[in-house]
């Protein structure tokens, strides 16, 4: 579907901008709900996510000693934007993608790959034990789960024949769902995508029974806002990407909520099913399974291309 | 150990969210493994043994109940049995039995305490939840018998206050059968999922010598197979007539920690089922003299945690002369501090907590004055004032 939207109004409002860090509320809502049935307690009320948004940037922001205060104040909008920026290029509630060309899905990936910088610099900005901890964390997780990540998102690329998003987008509607096709690649970028989110068990970069918040620990009121918001936008994306990849296309809003949601719920039963993964198992994990399967995966789609041809 | 000032240092509280209660741990760092450790208490000192020195024998009941909201039946256990030690009193076999059941009821509700707290600081929620859903139902038997559902304030000097009558004994079994089921679950959990074992097998792995030698008590030196249980060496209440196994394990690590604290509940269900069907019959109390005679004794019980002893002098007044507690959380500190070493720092939650540490309850107040000829006696007064200043 199209959108015969000015470009200023498609980047601020819809389907980028406030409405897409409006639905990023409510994913984080939705996931914290589920995670919290799944758990027996109640979870939060729909509203929780914005009141917690709203307090915390009417909070005052406490400058930590140490800091260097340019970076300090820019890095969560930097994050944000980042995480704003890749919004763009997907094919956000089943409307095509707002800008396109030629190999966005690199530009889309590595966006995204800002904010998580974004938050290992933050917390490396500071003098605060945890947040130095934290920040090493975060960047040896990034290390970790970005080339399984990339490499299960380049089996629909090359399937495709494209790197285009809304190319890869348009392929994967029209043909049978990848899911089906190769399922190893979804599996790896279903966990690849926890681990971009640092959710349980992939969150200790954040365990709060070791170094409190991580690299998060000395943000308080604006900037954590910012932070949080970038990763429910992330979410959103991230759930956007690889249901539009590996579910079959996004044709409609409507298509949209299922089968993000119904990516979510498979993506909150994961994150209550385990303990956390120290740090050095989420690095094995990944350099020894994820990996090499997102390999296998590629080996295979590339010989079944050229085997393809030749017959 | 020294401190050096080149070491990278994470401190652990005393306000931390893995602690529930204030202490200090500093583990030094080289990236992610730790290379030494060292711990400060004493935040929640609260001179109840000074206290109990101006209160009567019966008051201090009720103050002793007090040092461990977890285990507040088994102090208040200890301290009467010392006390009926000195005073020569017989208890009614009902009383002695009626206090078993409550002192096993609550190392259920401990060791399924423990099982979520330790299964949170791994980062595992899911468990914490549902071991803390399912503990509610023994908290609740603990209140159909006495009304409370943390200091149930069974015990009295010379017997207990509550009498299980059949009604009672059926809800009890009717509990106990949902909580074994419960735990068979948890056991299962905890011996099958790959991630949690990743997290606690060969963690923290400590040898029977080296139990031995570091005076480690309780679940956590019968996890490193230490048969070492007060409740068969000395039995004390009626733990001869029901006796309990003691429950030990080889493997020493925290996986074996685990598995001891859930087979040690398995026991408990099992010796409260066979105390509710052969339970004594007779009076509930006994008289016990408002004077105690001069004397000293010791007494010990077995504490969810490990072994609890008490000191109790008495001058033959209306109050004791002196009350010494000890706790078994501090005899198993060494034990942290020596295996943290080595390990990485994502396992520190798990290996502090898997020792069940009480911190309240160990706290004490030494004063060393130097050059200071003679001891010096503070009074209860002086220590409140000393306080009050101290934090004003």
Known sequence: MNLPLPSIFVLLIFPGGLFLIASGLIYQWADRKLVARFQNRIGPRFIQPLADTLKLLAKEEITPVGVHKGLFFALPVIALAAALTAGLYVPLFGFQPAASFRGDLIIALYALSVLTLAMGLAGANTTSRFSLVGATRTLTQLFSYEAPFLLSLLGPAIAAGTWQISEIHTYAHQNLWLMIAQPIGFVVAMIGLMGKLELPPFDAPEAETEIVAGAMTEYSGRGFALFRLGKDVELVIGLTLVSAFYLGGLANPLEFMLKTLALLLVLALLQTAFARLRIDQTVGLWWRAGALLAVVQLIAIVLGRNLGSIF | ?392
């Open chain 2, 1 to 392: 150990m020294t401190a050096d000032t080149n070491k990278f240092v994470i401190p652990i509280g005393p306000q931390h969210p893995a602690l529930k209660e204030p202490a200090n741990f500093e583990f030094w760092v080289d990236g992610e493994i730790v290379t030494g450790a060292s711990v400060r208490l004493g935040y929640v000192h609260r001179g109840i043994e000074k206290g109990a020195e101006v209160r009567t024998w019966t008051q201090n009941l009720y103050l002793m109940e007090r040092i461990c909201g977890i285990c507040s039946h088994v102090h208040a256990t200890a301290y009467t049995l010392g006390v009926e030690k000195l005073a020569g009193v017989e208890v009614p076999p009902r009383a002695n039995a009626i206090r078993q059941l409550m002192a096993e009821l609550e190392r259920i509700h401990s060791h399924m305490l423990w099982l979520g707290v330790a299964a949170h600081e791994g980062g595992f929620d899911t468990l914490f939840m549902y071991s803390w859903r399912d503990r509610e139902t023994v908290m609740d038997l603990l209140e159909k018998i006495s009304g409370n559902k943390v200091h149930y304030s069974a015990n009295l000097l010379g017997g207990v206050k509550f009498d299980i009558t059949p009604e009672l004994a059926t809800e009890v079994h009717k509990g106990l059968d949902f909580l074994e089921e419960r735990n068979r679950f948890y056991l299962k959990v905890v011996t099958t999922d790959e991630t949690f074992i990743g997290r606690t097998r060969d963690i923290g792995t400590m040898t029977t010598e080296k139990a031995e030698f570091l005076g480690a008590i309780g679940p956590t030196a019968r996890a490193s197979g230490v048969a070492r249980d007060i409740r068969v060496d000395a039995p004390y209440l009626t733990y001869e007539q029901f006796p309990v196994k003691v429950m030990t394990h080889t493997s020493g690590d925290l996986h074996g920690r685990f598995i001891v604290r859930i087979h040690e509940t398995f026991e408990s269900i099992r010796v409260i089922r066979e105390i509710l069907d052969h339970m004594p019959q007779g009076d509930l109390t006994t008289r016990v003299p408002r004077r105690i005679p001069a004397g000293e004794a010791v007494s010990r019980v077995e504490a969810p945690r490990g072994e609890l002893l008490y000191f109790i002098a008495s001058n033959g007044s209306e109050k004791p002369e002196r009350v010494k507690v000890r706790t078994p959380s501090l005899c198993n500190w060494s034990t942290v501090l020596s295996l943290a070493i080595g390990l990485k720092l994502a396992d520190m939650p798990m290996l502090l907590s898997g020792i069940d540490p009480c911190f309240s309850c160990n706290d004490r107040s030494i004063s060393l004055k130097r050059g200071q000829q003679g001891a010096q006696v503070w009074s209860w007064e002086k220590l409140r004032q000393y306080g009050i200043e101290y934090y004003r």
